[in-house]
């Protein structure tokens, strides 16, 4: 699980975070990352179904921000 939580998502006050609750790269535009290493914790020993989890979240987020941006 060396790949976990090296990039995690947090409150934009926190500087050991790196990533937005929108999973994107804070400070950097148009950069998202959805992947073990945005988890701020380990979440358990089999990895696989939290990732499709939070796949699953982060393709909503961009969905309506997408649906969002075009009804404007």
């Known amino acids: 699980h060396h ?6 998502i947090g409150a934009d006050s926190d500087p050991s975070t790196v990533l ?3 999973f994107k ?3 950097v535009d ?5 992947d073990a290493s ?3 914790n380990v979440p358990g020993w089999f990895i696989c ?3 499709y989890m939070i ?3 982060a393709a909503d987020v961009i969905i309506a921000k997408a649906q969002e941006e075009s009804s404007q």
Do not use: H, M
């Not at 790949?3 to 995690?8: D, H, L, M």
């Not at 148009?30 to 959805?34: A, T």
């Open 3 to 8: 790949a976990c939580c090296t990039n995690p």
């Open 20 to 22: 937005d609750g929108d």
């Open 25 to 27: 790269v804070k400070g």
């Open 30 to 34: 148009n950069l998202r990352v959805v």
């Open 38 to 40: 945005s988890w701020p």
């Open 49 to 51: 179904t939290p990732t």
């Open 55 to 57: 796949s699953e979240k």
